[in-house]
């Protein structure tokens, strides 16, 4: 690690989210910690009460929701020369009431059930250009709901008359809490601030009671490989997320509620959809299955089905199903669980251990659920002992975020975090035999492992740290190789990554390089200290790491990141801690340099015309393209939360062309070519990949 690069991260991570207000004096970032008041947890179905007081101290019933109006107003303290215009407003109630400091007084669109119809736009003209990269929304705090803004754009100006394309948009829950957005940073005089729907519909109006701007000493980010999109808000902490195979949409969740998840009633989980091909983030609070599926287990079964297991609600599990876009609740697991991990296997079933964060606290062993007998089944042969860590916080967290690999014969490869390896069987009663330690790794806690090659058992490991928390992580990277279950692996220490990483996500591209952002050098749940802002990427030939163009949003506990099917990622949340400063409500779209020529402009890709929707284990794959094409790969799609994937795989596929059409022969074992649904996507000889087609590999 360059020790001085660890002192100009820290600044950086220190000025980046949450930059001064700006004001005649500059006022630091001054939201106070979480209020220290007690609350009681409500034993709901099963609702965990284990882990209290243990995040950093902090009682999780403490925490609560929202950040405070207060605290955003004691940050932002607005030149009297600013001036604020609508395109409408009721009298009474004009846009300058934005900007009087007095969060009692509020700009409203003209009142009555006909009113002027939305859209609606508040501009806030700041009479000088600032660099600044965050806005805070305060809706009106008179205890009705009428104007609250959900779905919304904000665009900046340097004139007045030309503004760009959005630098953020999304939408906010509906409720009075303070909605802060945070962007790449960007020179502007101008906020335009466009509200697209009123947050309940229950009328075509908008209000506000607050609106403030935020300038940042950090300039745009140093250039770098790759692009980050606009931000995209979320009505909620998005710290689960899921890929649908039917839409290319992506599902995210939080807990009971939007921003936290101590003091949960039990019983429902806010989510959020939001649709690449509109731009549009719909939400559903889901109580049907009566589980908060907050820090669950999860994984896709061979049916593209989410498989959400315990959490908040440690017993319980829920099954989604996007061809039905619905939830359902699922069979109850017979170890109650929370930070469990879980994965398909080549079987359909699923196999899950360890989560003693939620339940109880250890002997968290192996259980089996059968995908066609809907139960689950408890492993008296898979012991969690093997996989344990030696954390400082026992095996409270000792058991947490497995890394599984469904791999041949129904086994489980587990590649880590614990520095000894090890295979676990689900035949049976279950069986468990070790592979061998990680290399020269020690425990590796909230790092990544990815499998970038099923076909020849490719696992890349990096980062995590011996304790999940209070302590610096590492860079390391491994190659792990795996072949014959019960055998030992092979490891191969290559040179680490750039920076120290824990809580980062790791995702693997069609090219089968591993895309790694986020996290932090010393681990810290619901800080951003310590931020590290600049992704890398891996390159499987030369095994080295290279430095990508930096995010302008932390991502560190509770953060996610997922492959998208036109090759980008989504990389989303952190937080999720109440009224505290580190609650990210939004993701931002990364596109790597395949994406571009090398004058910036976009290139060109090529397009799959025919794919078979279906394919078989042993079969053969004949796809179309409009043109040559040199590579092609399939690559799992799935879900992610607590840096934790245990979907996503990617098998080259080498293919016989004739003329446009490529046949390519499949993997003869499902424990390569695991079940389920996976991207096709082919690339040119210049590198750039396709959209994706989605394929389905049912169980054989
Ligand atoms: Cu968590």
Same mark, same amino acid.
């Given at each position: 690690? !360059? ?19 700006? *004001?005649?004096?500059?006022? *630091? ?85 006909? /009113? ?115 931000? #995209? ?82 017993? %319980? ?5 996007? %061809? ?34 939620? /339940? ?16 689950? *089944? %408890? #492993? ?75 076909? !020849? ?11 999940? !928390? ?124 395949? #994406? ?27 796809? *179309? ?22 979907? !996503? ?52």
């Amino acid at each position: 690690m !360059q020790s001085s690069m660890l002192g100009l991260l820290a600044l950086l991570s220190a000025s980046a989210p949450f930059a001064n207000a700006i *004001t005649p004096q500059a006022i *630091t970032n001054n939201v106070p910690a979480a209020k220290s008041v007690l609350g009681q947890s409500v034993d709901n179905g099963g609702l965990s009460t284990e882990g209290i007081a243990t995040l950093d101290g902090m009682a999780i019933d403490a925490i609560p929701e929202g950040r405070s109006a207060e605290a955003v107003m004691a940050a932002a303290i607005t030149p009297a020369s600013w001036t604020a215009t609508a395109d409408s407003y009721q009298p009474g109630y004009p846009p300058s009431n934005v900007l009087d400091g007095n969060t009692n007084t509020f700009w409203h669109t003209p009142f009555g059930a006909n /009113g002027k119809p939305l859209p609606h736009t508040l501009t806030i003209d700041m009479q000088q250009a600032y660099l600044i990269n965050s806005i805070a929304y305060i809706p009106r705090q008179d205890g009705s709901s009428n104007g609250n803004v959900g779905e919304h754009q904000i665009q900046t100006s340097l004139d007045g008359v030309n503004y760009g394309t959005p630098v953020a948009l999304g939408t906010y829950q509906d409720s009075s809490s303070t909605k802060t957005t945070i962007f790449e940073a960007t020179n502007a005089r101008y906020v335009k601030f466009t509200a697209l729907t009123e947050a309940g519909n229950r009328g075509p109006w908008s209000s506000c009671a607050t609106f403030s701007i935020f300038q940042t000493s950090t300039a745009a980010p140093p250039s770098g490989q790759g692009k980050w999109s606009p931000t #995209l808000d979320f009505p909620l902490v998005p710290v689960s997320m899921a890929m649908e195979h039917d839409s290319g949409n992506v599902l995210v969740w939080s807990s009971y509620a939007a921003s936290t998840f101590g003091g949960s009633p039990g019983g429902n989980t806010l989510t959020a959809t939001y649709n690449p091909a509109t731009g549009i983030v719909s939400q559903r609070d889901v109580s049907n299955t009566d589980h908060d599926m907050f820090c669950e287990g999860l994984s896709m079964d061979s049916t593209g089905r989410f498989i959400s297991t315990g959490g908040n609600n440690a017993p %319980k599990t829920s099954i989604y199903s996007p %061809k039905y876009d619905f939830w359902a609740a699922g069979p109850q697991m017979n170890i109650p669980r929370g930070y469990q991990s879980q994965c398909a296997l080549s079987n359909g079933n699923i196999f899950v251990i360890g989560g003693s964060w939620s /339940g109880g606290s250890g002997n968290k062993i192996g259980e089996l659920y059968s995908y066609t007998a809907n139960t689950w *089944t %408890k #492993l008296a042969g898979a012991p969690v002992d093997p996989m344990l860590t030696n954390d400082a916080q026992g095996v409270y967290r000792a058991d947490n975020h497995g890394w599984l690999f469904g791999w041949k014969g129904g086994n489980v490869f587990q590649a880590g975090p614990s520095r000894n390896m090890n295979w676990y069987g689900t035949a049976g009663a279950g069986s468990t035999t070790p592979a061998g330690p990680r290399g020269n790794d020690g425990d590796a806690m909230c790092g990544n492992a990815v499998m970038y090659d099923a076909t !020849q058992g490719k696992i890349l490991t990096v980062g995590g740290a011996v304790n999940y !928390q209070g302590i610096n992580a590492t860079a390391n990277a491994h190659i792990i190789t795996i072949n014959t279950p019960g055998t030992a692996a092979t490891v191969q220490n290559i040179n680490p990554m750039w920076y120290q990483r824990t809580f980062a996500n790791a995702v693997v591209l069609p090219n089968g390089r591993v895309f790694i952002t986020g996290g932090q050098i010393y681990g810290q749940p619901f800080s951003d200290a310590t931020s590290q802002l600049q992704p890398e990427m891996w390159d499987p030939v030369s095994t080295t790491f290279t430095k990508l163009a930096p995010q302008a949003i932390p991502r560190n506990y509770h953060s996610t990141a997922i492959l998208m099917p036109d090759a980008t990622i989504l990389s989303a949340g952190g937080g999720l801690c109440g009224a505290c400063a580190t609650n990210h409500y939004d993701g931002q779209v990364y596109s790597p340099a395949y #994406l571009f020529n090398t004058d910036g402009s976009r290139a060109t890709r090529p397009v799959i015309t025919n794919a078979p929707a279906q394919v078989a284990i042993s079969g053969t794959l004949t796809a *179309t393209t409009n043109g040559p094409v040199t590579a092609w790969a399939l690559v799992r799609l799935g879900s992610t939360t607590h840096t934790v994937n245990t979907d !996503q795989r990617r098998i080259p596929l080498f293919a016989k062309a004739n003329g446009n059409t490529y046949t390519m022969p499949l993997p003869t074992d499902p424990g390569i070519m695991l079940p389920g649904y996976y991207y096709l996507f082919a690339s040119n000889a210049a590198g750039v990949p396709s959209i994706a087609k989605f394929v389905w590999v049912p169980v054989p």
